[in-house]
C-alpha cells in the first residue's frame, strides 16, 4: 500500500433497505488499497415517498458535512435529479441519478449504472451481435441498460414489462436515438416471438432473486446462438443464466454492472483510477461470503 494522503474523502450512500448493500465495502477496500483516507457512511431513508424538501436538507447538510461524493438508489434516484446543479447528459434523458459529486458547494448528478453496464457488456460479451436485444424490466436498472444499450449502438430494442407504463416511460426516453425501441406484450406468445427472433436477451427484472425465485423465460425458448446476460446478482447464477448456460448460450452475470459501477463512481469522487481487476476479486468474494450463513442478512436486495 502506498503511503497515505494528507486528505481525507467522505462519501456515502442513500437509499432504503441499503444495509445489506455491497458497495460501500467495494468503495473503503479500493480505498484501502490506494492508501486512501476515505470513509463511506450508509444513510438509511424510509421507502415510499420523497419529501423533496428533506432531500434538500440532506444535499445542503453534505455540503456543509464536507461530503466529496455520495451514493443515491431506491427511493431517491429519480427525486435527487431536480435538485443537482448540474448533471451529466444521461441523466436528464434517463430522469435518475446514483451518483452526486460535491465540490466548491456544487453538485453534479451522474448515472454510473449506464456507464457500469457498458463497461460490463464491452468486457464481458466484446464480440456479440448486437442486433435485436430483448429487454426484460423497464424499471430504473432497466432504463439505465437501455440507455447503455443505445450507446452501444443496438439496432432494435425490445423491451417487456409486465406494467405496461413502465415500458412506454422507457420507450420514450431512449426516442429519437439511433435505436428503434418497440414494447412487446409480455405474454407467453409474443415473448416466444421476439425472442424467437432476437439476437441477445437482458433480464433486468427482479426475476431470479430469492424473493423472485424462477426464471421470466421459459427455457426452452433459449437457444445456442442467443446470448443472454443477467443483471441480478443475488444470486449470481440465476436460474436464467443456469438454463442459458445449458442451451449453449454465451452468458454474462450481474457482477460486471455492479463493480463497474461502483468503480465509476469511485474514480468520479476521488479522481484516480480504480483497480477494477481487484474490486472483481473483492466483489467474488463478498457475494460468496454471503453464501455463509453467518454472514447472511435478511434482506435480499441488489444495490
Ligand atoms: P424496479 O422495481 O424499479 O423495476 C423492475 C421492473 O421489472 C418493474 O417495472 C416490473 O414490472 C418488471 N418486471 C417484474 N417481473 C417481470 C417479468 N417477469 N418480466 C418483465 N418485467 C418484469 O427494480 P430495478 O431497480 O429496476 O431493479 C431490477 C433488478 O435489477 C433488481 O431486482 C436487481 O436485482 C437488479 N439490479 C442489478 C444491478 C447491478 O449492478 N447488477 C443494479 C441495479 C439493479
Redesign the pocket.
Known amino acids: 500500500m502506498s503511503a497515505r494522503e494528507q486528505r481525507s474523502w467522505l462519501t456515502g450512500l442513500i437509499g432504503h433497505g441499503v444495509g445489506p448493500s455491497l458497495t460501500p465495502e467495494m468503495h473503503e477496500r479500493e480505498a484501502e488499497r490506494q492508501g486512501l483516507r476515505y470513509v463511506y457512511k450508509v444513510i438509511e431513508q424510509p421507502d415510499g415517498a420523497v419529501d423533496p424538501a428533506h432531500l434538500e436538507r440532506l444535499l445542503a447538510g453534505a455540503i456543509e458535512l464536507g461530503y466529496d461524493g455520495l451514493n443515491v438508489t431506491?427511493p431517491v434516484k429519480q427525486a435527487m435529479v431536480p435538485l443537482v446543479d448540474e448533471t451529466a447528459p444521461a441523466v436528464r434523458a434517463i430522469g435518475a441519478l446514483n451518483t452526486i459529486i460535491l465540490r466548491d458547494g456544487r453538485t453534479t448528478g451522474h448515472n454510473t449504472?449506464v456507464t457500469?453496464f457498458t463497461r460490463a457488456f464491452t468486457d464481458g460479451l466484446p464480440d456479440v451481435d448486437r442486433d435485436r436485444v430483448v429487454l426484460?424490466?423497464?424499471?430504473?436498472?432497466?432504463t439505465a441498460v437501455a440507455h447503455a444499450l443505445v450507446d452501444l449502438g443496438v439496432r432494435r430494442l425490445f423491451v417487456?414489462?409486465?406494467?405496461p407504463l413502465?415500458a412506454a416511460r422507457l420507450a420514450e426516453s431512449v426516442g429519437g436515438s439511433g435505436t428503434e425501441v418497440e414494447i412487446v406484450q409480455?405474454t407467453a406468445g409474443w415473448l416466444r416471438a421476439t425472442v424467437a427472433m432476437a439476437t441477445g436477451l437482458i433480464n433486468?427484472?427482479?426475476?431470479g432473486?430469492a424473493a423472485?425465485p424462477g426464471s421470466?423465460v421459459p427455457p426452452e425458448l433459449l437457444r445456442p446462438e442467443l446470448w443472454v446476460a443477467d443483471?441480478?446478482?443475488?444470486p449470481l447464477h440465476t436460474t436464467l443464466l443456469e438454463d442459458a448456460a445449458a442451451a449453449g448460450c454465451t452468458v454474462l452475470t450481474?457482477a460486471g454492472?455492479?463493480v463497474h459501477?461502483a468503480a465509476d463512481a469511485f474514480e468520479l469522487i476521488t479522481g484516480r483510477p480504480a483497480d477494477r481487476a481487484a474490486m472483481l476479486r473483492d466483489f467474488d468474494e463478498l457475494v460468496a461470503a454471503e453464501t455463509n450463513p453467518s454472514r447472511n442478512t435478511t434482506e435480499e436486495r441488489?444495490?
Request: glycine share 18%.
Open positions: 431506491h449504472d457500469g426484460l424490466g423497464a424499471g430504473g436498472a432497466g417487456v414489462d409486465l406494467d413502465r409480455p433486468a427484472s427482479p426475476m432473486m423472485h421470466p443483471i441480478v446478482y443475488r450481474g454492472m455492479a459501477q441488489n444495490r
